[in-house]
């Protein structure tokens, strides 16, 4: 039997802190476990299988922000699932008004879109802020590129990875490879001159890659870190803070702005719905002025 203790824990992790999240059926909860970024070891896998299948689950959940729950759990087996959860090096999620859990794409080391890592990045916010009380919900997810799988631009924070494209005009053939790759149509040919729409170009790099003759070089990568996206009902793109050219600067700049959402934000309200009371300008003009970077010209 679970000690008193123990199931005061179990309370407090429903009613404030922490992945617990009762049912519709109030009797049954669902238990969110932490996976940063989605990565499992095989072991984690087995170990989860082998405790669900030993509490006769017939099925686990695979969520949309990279963890896994497990479903219709009783109350009194919770302090069991959790014990044998933390012997396999799993511990809880979160789900109430705290940093959850923080999700990334796979990032260079797998993606060929990708164009930055992201493990590292992933590795050091998930240690400074995962389970961090604030007064509301916050997410962080980091895509390696524009594609955003991780859906980076509608979470409070993100990360995304850029590359900025150089031409240079005077060895370019003319071939028109790049703007038969480029998904936005920035880039045009007329009379076998290349042009570059750089308020369509999103900076994905996939057109320094596609040149054949190499002649398209790359600035970056860069880390362009947004603030204020929503998921939901009415989702909503971030707006854009700043861009840096360091995965180290990109880290401290999410440590700076979960501390002004930790001291500045209102409880019950959305952050996307506050940025401009919280004067999102002001920290913004604070961040260029520490780490901001010279624009590189792309006209080649």
Known sequence: MPSKSEMNRIRELIERKGGIIRERNSQLYTIRVRIPGGVLTPDMVLGIGRITRRLGMGSLHITTRQTVEIPHIEQNKIPSLLRSLEKIGIGIGAEHDEVVNITACPGNKRCKLANIGTDTILDNLDRAHFGKGMPIRVRIAVSACPNGCTSERLSEIGITGLRMPIRNQGKCTGCGTCANTCKENAIVT??????????????????????????????????????????????????????????????????????????NAYSGKNLTDQMDTMDFSQLQTKIIKEFGEPVADRTG
């Open 190 to 263: 007329v009379n076998g001159r290349l042009t570059l729409d750089t308020e369509k170009c999103m900076e994905c790099g996939m057109c320094i890659d596609s040149c054949p003759f190499q002649i398209i070089r790359g600035l970056g990568p860069y880390y362009m870190i947004t603030v204020g996206g929503r998921r939901g009902r009415h989702p909503q793109l971030g707006r854009e803070l700043i861009r840096v050219s360091s995965a180290e600067k990109a880290v401290e700049i999410v440590n700076r702005v979960v501390d002004w959402i930790r001291r």
